[in-house]
């Protein structure tokens, strides 16, 4: 029997503490490389518009899924050290046609560097860019909001 010294409690020992994930910490990747980290990610949403019909005769509504939307999501209060995500709005800008890239948003653990959940964006795009008010004691690119528009999301989970 191993001496118990070396046995790892269990998360649900008394007295330890098991922190639920969190998030705060979300990572923006772009054709797999990062390119800043934000504290918060919104608007991961996929609506189904309901289109209603009527059968032959009777009165019961029936309904069947329509259109899918997929809502442009934002990214906020972000750091970068690189351009590539100022270079990637801007080609958007002055470069028509924008830049179709597959962009990974990654929930990262409490430690900064475990991934705990992905959520892929397929054909993602920038479609709005807002800076923080320029801070000369900071030396990263503060980024206030990243809005990114795509075609399709999948998840996931590690």
């Known amino acids: 029997m191993p001496d118990d010294a070396t046995q790892t409690p269990s998360p649900a020992t008394p007295g330890m503490r098991d922190d639920p994930l969190r998030a705060y910490d979300w990572k923006i990747q772009i054709l797999g490389l990062t390119a800043g ?9 996929i ?18 899924p329509g259109r899918i939307h997929f809502s442009s999501i934002t990214l906020e209060q972000g750091l970068t050290a690189s351009k590539e995500l100022w270079d990637w709005m801007q080609s958007a800008v002055t470069k028509p046609p924008v830049q179709r890239k597959p962009v990974a948003i990654l929930m990262m653990a409490t430690d900064g560097v475990t991934e705990k959940l992905r959520w892929n964006l397929h054909d993602a795009w920038p479609c709005q860019w807002r800076a923080h008010p320029l801070d000369a004691s900071n030396s990263q690119v503060a980024i206030h909001s990243l809005r990114l528009a795509y075609e399709s999301l999948d998840q996931d989970a590690t």
């Open 37 to 45: 980290h934000f504290m918060k990610c919104s608007d991961l949403e």
């Open 47 to 64: 609506n189904v518009d309901v289109i209603s019909y009527m059968e032959g005769g009777d009165q019961v509504e029936r309904k069947m």
